[in-house]
């Protein structure tokens, strides 16, 4: 297995062997791996917890009790927490870009414009936290008043493919 100092990365703290879940970096409850190759070289990378069911619901617990503060924080305290995390994917890009070529198998290039898009989210999230400001919508009834309200409504859990080039 590779040593993170081969990997060329000027911060080797990106490399995490473990999943965060509550505010803890833990191993997957029954123990499972799953190893990450490069596809280049079919070096072996290194390993990453093979998280299951228990892991999914542990998770999901944990984000809804943070969201119990989450929700209570202003617009203003949600845009700096968004424009921090763009902020450290800015200061880390060359590494980001190089991990994404070391186990995806991306031209650097390309790993870098991936980097740079997905930080553009974070700084577009970062400006619309702040406009919460809601809307009344005309009713076609004169009794009747439509008003939205921005607002924080619970955990959203998403699960997107992995598209990248596989040996």
Request: charged fraction near 25%; glycine fraction near 6%.
């Amino acid at each position: 297995m590779a040593s993170t100092t081969s990997f060329g990365l000027k911060d080797a703290s990106l490399i995490r062997t473990q999943a965060f879940i509550d505010g803890k970096w833990v191993d997957a409850k029954e123990g499972g791996k799953i190893t990450v190759t490069n596809p280049a070289t079919t070096e072996e990378l290194g390993t990453v917890p093979e998280m299951g069911l228990p892991e999914t619901k542990e998770a999901i617990d944990a984000a809804s009790k943070a969201f119990k503060t989450w929700s209570k924080t202003t617009a203003k305290q949600r845009h700096d927490i968004l424009l921090k995390f763009y902020a450290l994917v800015q200061e880390h890009q060359e590494d980001l870009a190089r991990i994404i070529t070391l186990e995806n198998g991306k031209p650097l290039a390309e790993a870098k414009g991936e980097n740079a898009y997905s930080a553009s989210f974070l700084e577009w999230f970062a400006e619309e936290a702040v406009r919460t400001y809601g809307e009344v919508i005309p009713s076609p009834f004169p009794h009747i008043r439509n008003v939205v309200i921005k607002q924080p409504i619970g955990v959203v859990s998403i699960l997107t493919p992995g598209t990248s080039p596989q040996p």
